[in-house]
């Protein structure tokens, strides 16, 4: 990174704070890139697109700063946002600065270990209630009424996702397209409307070190947009449980834990909060299988071209079939209930 150039944007935007001593990548390399810049005795993070291969419409600085900005006054806990840089000559790509929130990360089931049953469980139900407040957010209010269009947002979101796969695709992925297909064959029609988060789960929050009950800020807010909450609702019970059983899972699995709520009891938890119907949250589920799939393809895909940051574990490109397979089951589960 050219800290020369980043020190004289910081300059211009931060008056006062002293030039980068460097850059540590924090997480890159599947997605944004996300660094810690540390000025004096001072810490921020900077976030800018992945290397290479980028799909369109992905990756998006400037609505990424706008969500996080606009969200700053609610009861949506994101970090503070200092400034958006939108001319690549600067770093060679967009990029923005936010505060560093200090907080925990769970990503593995390992690292959930040592919380027991009283912090998994406030852990859980504060997850669910930072989605619901999300989801209260009036988008007029917060400036955010031309985020997006969420009239047949779920349509579009089926025919993105397979647009995002055809993009992607360096191998065949048996009943992925098939998958699809079920999809757009039974696709709810619109029904609430509110800003989504886009892929809402565990490892995209931080908690606060002190009280694991507490969600310090969430982040990775580049799929966010207008649409359909149950798509965030329907995300966060497929991350849950939805790698159990697999081995070398690359996400944390709290669903599938000892002490820890079932997908089942965070629906319980988020209709206490929330009025928005949950009749039709399987096919929502089975919707978040397929998208994940097609995230972690393209994640494949520029691992094949070698444009990521760090190796990728072999997991992510095994887990694709399993998605597809358990996206699958969970419309024959939706379809089963009355």
């Given at each position: 990174m050219?800290?020369?150039?980043?020190?004289?944007?910081?300059?211009?935007?931060?008056?006062?704070?002293?030039?980068?001593?460097?850059?540590?990548?924090?997480?890159?390399?599947?997605?944004?890139?996300?660094?810690r810049i540390d000025c004096g005795d001072r810490s921020l993070v900077l976030r800018?697109?992945?290397l290479g291969?980028?799909?369109?419409?992905?990756?998006?600085?400037?609505?990424?700063?706008?969500?996080?900005?606009?969200?700053?006054?609610?009861?949506?806990?994101?970090?503070?946002?200092f400034g958006l840089c939108e001319d690549p000559a600067v770093l060679g790509a967009p990029f923005y600065v936010m505060e560093l929130v200090e907080g925990v990360t769970f990503r593995n089931?390992?690292?959930?270990?040592?919380?027991?049953?009283t912090e998994a469980r406030r852990s859980a139900f504060a997850l669910v209630d930072a989605l619901a407040a999300l989801h209260a957010v009036d988008p007029a209010r917060a400036g955010l009424a031309d985020f997006g269009r969420p009239e047949g947002f779920m349509a579009r979101q089926v025919r993105r996702w397979?647009?995002?796969?055809?993009?992607?695709?360096?191998?065949?992925?048996?009943?992925?397209?098939?998958?699809?297909?079920r999809l757009a064959a039974s696709?709810?029609?619109?029904?609430?409307?509110?800003?989504v988060h886009g892929d809402y789960k565990l490892d995209n929050v931080l908690l606060d070190p002190a009280d694991p009950g507490r969600i310090a800020a969430v982040l990775d807010w580049e799929m966010s947009t207008l649409g359909d909450p149950l798509a965030d609702l329907g995300m966060l019970c497929m991350y849950w449980d939805g790698f159990a059983g697999f081995p070398d899972s690359p996400v944390a699995t709290p669903?599938?834990?000892?002490?820890?709520?079932?997908?089942?009891?965070?629906?319980?938890?988020?209709?206490?909060?929330?009025?928005?119907?949950?009749?039709?949250?399987?096919?929502?589920?089975?919707?978040?299988?397929?998208?994940?799939?097609?995230?972690?393809?393209?994640?494949?895909?520029?691992?094949?071209?070698?444009?990521?940051?760090?190796?990728?574990?072999?997991?992510?490109?095994?887990?694709?079939?399993?998605?597809?397979?358990?996206?699958?089951?969970?419309?024959?589960?939706?379809?089963?209930?009355?």
């Open positions: 050219n800290t020369a150039a980043l020190a004289a944007w910081l300059a211009t935007h931060l008056p006062g704070c002293p030039p980068p001593a460097g850059a540590r990548l924090l997480a890159g390399g599947r997605s944004n890139l996300t660094y800018r697109p992945p291969h980028v799909l369109a419409t992905a990756h998006d600085m400037a609505r990424e700063y706008r969500v996080l900005t606009a969200l700053g006054p609610t009861a949506v806990p994101v970090p503070r946002t089931d390992a690292e959930l270990a040592p919380l027991g049953p397979r647009r995002q796969w055809e993009d992607s695709r360096t191998r065949d992925v048996p009943g992925a397209d098939a998958l699809n297909d696709c709810p029609v619109d029904g609430t409307a509110s800003l669903g599938a834990l000892p002490g820890w709520p079932s997908a089942a009891q965070l629906v319980e938890r988020y209709a206490t909060r929330s009025a928005v119907p949950l009749d039709r949250l399987g096919w929502y589920v089975a919707f978040s299988f397929y998208k994940l799939a097609a995230i972690l393809e393209g994640i494949h895909c520029r691992t094949v071209q070698g444009h990521t940051v760090g190796d990728e574990p072999a997991a992510l490109a095994e887990a694709v079939p399993l998605l597809v397979e358990r996206g699958h089951a969970a419309l024959d589960a939706a379809a089963r209930r009355p």
